[in-house]
């Protein structure tokens, strides 16, 4: 099942029998908002506090997810996910709602495809039936958390990214109808010595190129196999940047099979500078858009390579440069043989 250093074939191939995301106002505003399951008009959700507010996003999702694939509950017999929040408290306090077992991930932006591959890991060798995974984001408590609260209106360079308000997961089953989890490759800490927390794009780029460099290397195939290799949340700037980087390295990859969740996600006009980012970023875009785009048959065949910065409010206080990781997992429609 291990191919070279850090890459897992799935044989059995799990199946994403469900998946749901759901998002808020400038979600609804953007490109992508008939994928989403259901969307809100404002930031609260009916909460008084913006991070009760995001754990009710991912409560919504998992419930819809639960609710697509005709089971209840208590058949789903882990949950893997996490967020941004400190000791990710969305993640945990929406999953005291739900009583699955419970498996706390935090890879920054990069934990939705943390989840995806470990949990196509345990279905892969029977660890488990029914699994779901995500990540969610929640823009006011995200931009509370890590630079300053939304009233203060502080102003931002045009390298920073808007936090999606989003929560997306998949639910994984050793059997059922489709899009197959294929294999993953699992991610290295890199770091180029950039600090600036207004630039998450630039810092994460390398990362998503050894990544990619990676699973490419080690299954033995060229990046026109697939029909996208989709990144995280690079943005605008991360995107160009990973763009050079591959060139660099002698990776030819179309620009049009090429593309970035955070560019997908808003469109021309919102005012989200760079472009997206947060965990529910590539969780939305994947378990929304482009799941449906593959249950289309739009797609056959996609690599996700969700990238994340692995700081702190305190690392940075501290002067500390921003160590990043990128997790890309292959994920095949069910009708390719």
Not at 306 to 335: N, R, W, Y
Request: aromatic letters at 8%; hydrophobic letters at 40%.
């Amino acid at each position: 099942m291990l191919t070279g250093h850090r890459t897992w074939i799935f044989e059995n191939k799990p199946a994403i029998i469900s998946s749901s995301a759901i998002g808020g106002p400038f979600e609804a505003n953007g490109p992508l908002s008939d994928d989403f399951d259901l969307l809100h008009a404002d930031l609260w959700l009916k909460q008084d506090s913006y991070e009760k507010a995001h754990r009710v996003l991912l409560e919504e999702a998992c419930q819809k997810a639960i609710e697509k694939a005709g089971l209840q509950k208590e058949q789903i017999q882990f949950f893997l996910g996490g967020d941004l929040i400190n000791q990710i408290t969305p993640t945990s306090f929406a999953l005291r709602t739900m009583g699955t077992p419970y498996l706390g991930l935090f890879g920054a932006c990069s934990t939705s495809m943390e989840g995806l591959a470990l949990g196509a890991y345990l279905v892969n060798t029977s660890g488990a039936k029914y699994l779901m995974t995500g990540a969610s984001s929640h823009n006011a408590a995200v931009e509370k958390q890590f630079r300053y609260p939304t009233e203060y209106g502080g102003q931002k360079p045009p390298t920073a990214q808007w936090t999606v308000t989003g929560a997306g997961v998949a639910l994984l089953s050793d059997q059922g109808n489709g899009p197959r989890v294929t294999s993953a490759t699992v991610g290295r800490v890199i770091d180029m010595g950039l600090s600036d927390p207004f630039n998450m794009g630039g810092a994460m780029a390398p990362a998503a190129v050894d990544t990619i460099e990676a699973h490419l290397k080690e299954r033995n195939i060229d990046p026109s196999y697939y029909d996208l290799i989709v990144t995280g949340d690079l943005g605008s700037i991360g995107h160009e940047v990973s763009l050079q980087l591959l060139k660099k390295h002698g990776v030819k990859i179309n620009e049009n099979q090429y593309k970035d969740c955070g560019m997908m996600i808003y469109k021309k006009g919102q005012p989200v500078l760079a472009g997206a980012s947060g965990p529910g970023c590539s969780a939305t875009v994947v378990y929304g858009h482009l799941l449906n785009s593959m249950k289309k048959g739009e797609l056959n065949k996609i690599l996700v390579v969700a990238t994340g910065a692995l700081l702190s409010p305190l690392s940075f206080q501290q002067k500390e440069t921003i160590p990043c990781i990128a997790h890309a997992v292959s994920i095949e429609s069910d009708m390719v043989p």
